[in-house]
């Protein structure tokens, strides 16, 4: 069925098994299909031109319905911090972003996985944009790869974190195909340990996580301790609450209940008030639990405050008195526009 697309088709993106049909489907053995898979996501070579392993033949057989293709990095931007920030333009000239952070040991990678989102979070750019599609699989696996082309991943180790634009969990299939290849040791081999999906709480979603048999780390964006609260900053809440959602973090099987991060962003006056911190104490009673404090990165369009230092540290030694593990997320690429959404949503307003 391959060979009859019109547009040419994106390798990248498939897994091992559909790579074998492709070969199959122009006359090739099955282990053409193993090596492409090889080139592609181990050697990460993005020329069929360069496969010079496989057959020159099977090669341009291939050329003429497949192509490899990356998403664009159309710019790049590096703070004073070492955070890189990437835009990237999609084939249909739609925006989305990726964040590399440099930490002391590791770097870790914000990648997207919606173009927009349909979430709504009062507090985040990427809101103000709306919902325009979902990626796909290439194109998630595509921001990685293309970070690693543009040679910012050549330490071994990194972390990917799904926290760019985007409701992870409205895009299961794709994030999940994309999660499968980039875990497989004949892949990019990343470690499932070394690999986080953020979610706004898609109860139903989460529910059906619990029958998988691999799964990234979780990290739920909690931002409130009230209902009244997390309704107005995050609509999501008024159809999944903090009860439903704490229960079905509560409900996954002690195998795959490694420890749930919980992300809360402290907005200055809304969120960051010695109550908020007991209640959040009370929510997360008996969870294997950590919580990752977000200073506000402030955006001149949205009316939020970042707290203070001190309302911070006050905030964080209430969770750590109460033996919480408590981090408290250092502001990063200030100067760059980092926070989710902020570059595409300018770069999409500018191409009006
Ligand atoms: S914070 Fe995440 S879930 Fe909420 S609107 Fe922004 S991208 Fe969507």
């Not at 181990?42 to 990356?70: A, C, G, N």
Request: proline share 5%.
């Amino acid at each position: 069925m391959y060979q009859f697309c019109m547009k040419k088709s994106n390798l990248i993106g498939l897994n091992e098994a559909e790579l074998v049909k492709v070969a199959e489907s122009l006359g090739g053995r099955s282990f053409r299909g193993r090596q492409l898979y090889h080139e592609i996501y181990r050697r990460r070579e993005f020329s069929l031109d360069q496969m010079t392993e496989l057959p020159k033949k099977f090669r341009s057989q291939l050329e003429q319905s497949f192509e490899i293709r990356v998403p664009q990095i159309h710019d790049r931007q590096q703070s004073e911090d070492g955070t890189i920030k990437f835009l990237f333009r999609l084939s249909d000239a739609k925006y989305i972003e990726s964040v590399l952070i440099p930490e002391d040991h590791r770097r870790t990678l914000c990648i997207s996985s919606q173009v927009g989102c349909d979430v709504g979070c009062t507090f985040c750019m990427t809101a103000q944009m709306g919902f325009h599609r979902n990626l796909t699989p290439g194109e998630i696996l595509g921001q990685v790869l293309a970070i690693a082309r543009d040679g910012c991943l050549s330490q071994p180790g990194f972390n990917v974190v799904f926290m760019g634009m985007g409701e992870p969990l409205y895009n299961y299939r794709n994030v999940m195909k994309a999660f499968r290849i980039m875990t497989d040791s004949k892949a990019l081999g990343l470690s499932y340990r070394k690999i986080t999906v953020s979610t706004s709480g898609v109860v139903p979603v989460l529910s059906r996580m619990r029958s998988e048999t691999e799964l990234p780390n979780l990290a739920i964006s909690l931002n409130a301790t009230r209902n009244d609260v997390r309704d107005e900053l995050m609509p999501i809440n008024q159809k999944w609450d903090l009860n439903g959602l704490l229960d079905v973090c509560r409900s996954f099987p002690s195998k795959l209940r490694r420890r749930i991060t919980f992300e809360y962003v402290l907005l200055s006056g809304v969120t960051d008030s010695d109550r908020d911190a007991y209640r959040l104490i009370t929510l997360l009673k008996g969870m294997k639990a950590k919580v990752n404090l977000i200073p506000y990165n402030p955006d001149p369009a949205l009316p939020f405050d970042r707290p203070t230092p001190d309302r911070v540290e006050q905030f964080r030694e209430i969770l750590m008195r109460a033996s919480i593990s408590t981090f408290v997320r250092r502001t990063r690429g200030d100067d760059i526009s980092a926070a989710c959404g902020q570059l595409a949503h300018l770069e999409s307003e500018s191409h009006g």
